[in-house]
């Protein structure tokens, strides 16, 4: 059995991944933590956890870790200051935040406004995108990057035609809409009030988001133009893709080469020819649902992914990381189909 410590179990991501943990067959919860809910059940703050075999919520000791691994599922800036003390214990970790996600300590004071605690370990953590990724490295690494939301859908979509060498580098755009979970369990502006956000649909980020230079990173180009939007639902992410390409590709040639590429990938569905994904039909599940079309009067070529923000975006994929890591089917615990 795999020992885990969930540290931040009381926000969206937290306790989604708590969720899934309970049904893996393969894995033991030593440890719930929260900075501000210590010494109370999970289930007294989130109901739906009544019944349920789990530990009271703690305080989190980076000192003291008796674990084999732990999963950090909290805001940027803390992963980075615990995290040489949990490996020098022999855990390994998988990071919910954005901590470990960027190549150098001065990208991450860019685009995060922080000082980067621990530049040593970025160069050795793993970013855990794992069907664009080496899957050797992530079963070896100790830290495993859980790349963003956002990052998630719009890089599934577009690599394979940024790498096919299909589409011009300086030219892709994504436009992406996001549930409010996205936002985190502790966001409590006004802008994200139900009266603000129902019967409404904006832009935001529109200067300069955080996750661009991610998605850069991941696509290996320079720049790109991407633009989030929030709209009034609980969880999913829509993203719509476009890159003018860089030589003659007609609809049927880019879906062959979706279906070719991602044919063994289990959470990755290439809808049919024509077809594309509504983020219902992906609700609950770790799966990002993929439909491609090649506009060859206007010149375009268009990726459309939907994906659960909360799982594959998040605890899903911190437990696909988690499964490469020890060696089990990458598929185990994880929901696949979503519910009617």
């Not at 289930?43 to 919520?57: D, I, K, R, T, Y």
């Not at 990071?95 to 040593?120: E, I, Q």
Request: proline share 6%.
């Amino acid at each position: 059995m795999i020992r885990t410590i969930v540290v931040g179990a009381t926000g969206y991501a937290g306790s989604e991944l708590t969720r899934l943990l309970i049904g893996h067959p393969e894995v033991e919860i030593v440890a719930l933590t929260s900075r501000s809910e210590a010494g109370k059940p999970l289930a007294s703050l989130l109901p739906q956890f009544s019944g349920a075999p789990l530990p009271e919520l703690t305080t989190f000791d980076p000192k003291s870790v008796r674990a084999d691994l732990v999963f950090l599922a909290t805001e940027n800036g803390y992963a980075m200051t615990v995290a040489q003390d949990i490996l020098s214990q022999g855990a390994r970790i998988v990071d919910l935040s954005a901590d470990f996600r960027l190549h150098t300590a001065n990208d991450y004071k860019d685009w995060y406004g922080l000082d980067h605690a621990a530049p040593d370990l970025l160069e050795e953590a793993a970013y855990g995108l794992p069907e664009l990724a080496d899957r050797s490295m992530l079963s070896k690494a100790r830290i495993i990057a859980n790349p963003g939301c956002y990052p998630t859908a719009s890089a599934l979509a577009l690599a394979l035609m940024v790498r096919a060498g299909l589409a011009k580098p300086q030219t892709l755009l994504i436009d992406a809409k996001s549930g409010v979970s996205g936002a985190g369990r502790a966001r409590i502006e006004v802008d994200y009030l139900f009266t603000e956000l129902t019967e409404s649909f904006k832009a935001y980020g529109v200067q300069k988001h955080r996750h661009t230079i991610e998605i850069e990173q991941s696509l290996g180009v320079e720049a790109l133009r991407f633009t989030p939007h929030l709209v009034p639902m609980k969880r999913g992410i829509l993203a719509t893709c476009y890159a003018r390409p860089s030589k003659s590709a007609t609809a049927d040639e880019l879906h062959a080469l979706y279906k070719e590429a991602y044919a063994n990938e289990p959470f990755v569905q290439v809808r049919p020819l024509g077809q594309f994904p509504t983020t219902r039909e992906v609700a609950h599940t770790n799966r990002c649902d993929i439909g491609v079309w090649a506009d060859e009067r206007a010149e375009w070529l268009i990726a459309i992914s939907a994906t659960d923000n909360l799982i594959k975006g998040a605890a899903g994929q911190a437990v696909q990381n988690m499964n490469l890591m020890f060696g089990l089917p990458e598929t185990t615990g994880l929901p696949i189909v979503a519910p009617v």
